[in-house]
């Protein structure tokens, strides 16, 4: 399970998991404490120690016998909402059996309840087969930059935890499980379609993810884009494993005759609900919790 390392734990055992980790990294790509000594293949628990400050937080994973992997996040002090994820490392002995994603998914969602939007990460230009790693988990390179005091140079890549537009926000609500889409003025075409296809990203990265679609302030009305919705977004989000599909409206919904249409249609894949507020969506997911047990 995942964990977060504090100044009492052992750090001489994580920092030769770090060595271990980064290790075979070192080897591949000719790495030696010589030059490169900031490389986490030669982290002393020391300095792994003194790292960890006030906007740095250490988590590790631990299968109940011994630390097998390891992830840093860091709160930049330059960029607000944008965080670094650092030093990802697994055991040698434990790779592929998916703890990396686990770390990368739990880092993700501390660094969104942080109120983090960005997260900017770095690797070695060269190394192919980690940069295919986080572009399946949705990141997208940004650049890369030659350091002179480094042998090797360094590709940046970064992820947006939230969508967000003139039109709308779309992010995870981790306490509730839902992918929760604020409205704030009417739109069409692809300035609706992009932030509902972030939302199905949302939702295969999170087992039974709903979704929340806020209408108070706005939404679509477009012939187009409700067909599309039946026809693409809907069948797409139910693959994904969501159950209910929540729409927030407003006491004096002027948008009563369209969500009714919609709703008749959803049916055929979610539960479909319309409720004041988020609380109210909180409710129905205990009650619908509660009855499962």
Known sequence: MVQRVSLQDDFQEL?????????????DFGLTIENCPTNSAFITSEELKSQLTENREFYAFHNEIAFIGFIAIERSLREAGTYYIEKVAVHPNFRHEGIGEKLMLYAESRIEKLGGSRISIALID????LKK??????????ETKIYEHLPFDVCFMEKYLKYKSQFCEVHYNQDLNVVFVKWEKFCKGNDYREPLLYAIEIMKKHDNCHYVADTRDGFENEEEDTAWVFNEFAPKADEAGCE???????PDNNLKKE???QS?????????IACFDLAEVEEVLKDAHKNKI
Do not use: C, H, P, R
């Open 133 to 142: 790693w986080y572009l399946k988990q949705g990141f997208t390179i940004t």
């Open 264 to 272: 008749v249609a959803l049916k055929k894949y979610f539960k479909v």
């Open 126 to 129: 060269s190394n192919v087969q």
């Open 15 to 27: 920092a030769q998991l770090l060595n271990d980790s980064f290790g075979t990294v070192a080897v």
């Open 244 to 250: 209910y599909i929540f729409f927030i409206i407003s």
């Open 259 to 261: 969500l009714e249409g």
